[in-house]
């Protein structure tokens, strides 16, 4: 079973950044398609972003385009969400998630479905205060 750990999380206030990281447990990360989720209480898990293989295909939910980047280093088998201007409605339950097997997408709809991935790690706690 491949593992995946979140770190990074905290307290910010309002137009703070944080990084968050995302380690694999297992070399196979380098045939992952990676992907970042959140959920608030009471609502959803949704999409933040997503990124292939290589690390040159990403897309983001339009909520947090402009402001949020992932990134991943396949030397580390580390996934990153590097999020900057951050605002109160940023605050949920941060996931990272592989799928191992991911099938061709076009930029746009890569990696938004959250049946699509496989392993999911434990959630990091993110807090935006006003």
């Known amino acids: 079973q491949v593992q995946l750990v979140e770190s990074g999380g905290g307290l910010v206030q309002a137009g703070g950044s944080l990084r968050l990281s995302c380690a694999a447990s297992d070399r196979t990360f380098r045939n992952y398609r990676m992907g970042w989720f959140r959920q608030a209480p009471g609502k959803e898990r949704e999409f933040v972003a997503a990124?292939?293989?290589?690390?040159?295909?990403?897309n983001y939910a339009d909520s947090v385009k402009g402001r949020f980047t992932i990134s991943r280093d396949n030397g580390k088998i580390t996934a990153y969400l590097q999020m900057n201007s951050l605002k109160p409605e940023d605050t949920a339950v941060y996931y990272c998630?592989?799928?191992?097997?991911?099938?061709?997408?076009?930029?746009?709809?890569?990696?938004?479905?959250?049946?699509?991935?496989?392993?999911w790690g434990q959630g990091t706690q993110v807090t935006v205060s006003p």
């Open positions: 998630a592989a799928d191992r097997a991911p099938l061709s997408s076009q930029p746009g709809v890569l990696g938004r479905v959250p049946s699509e991935y496989d392993y």
């Open positions: 990124i292939n293989r290589s690390g040159f295909i990403t």
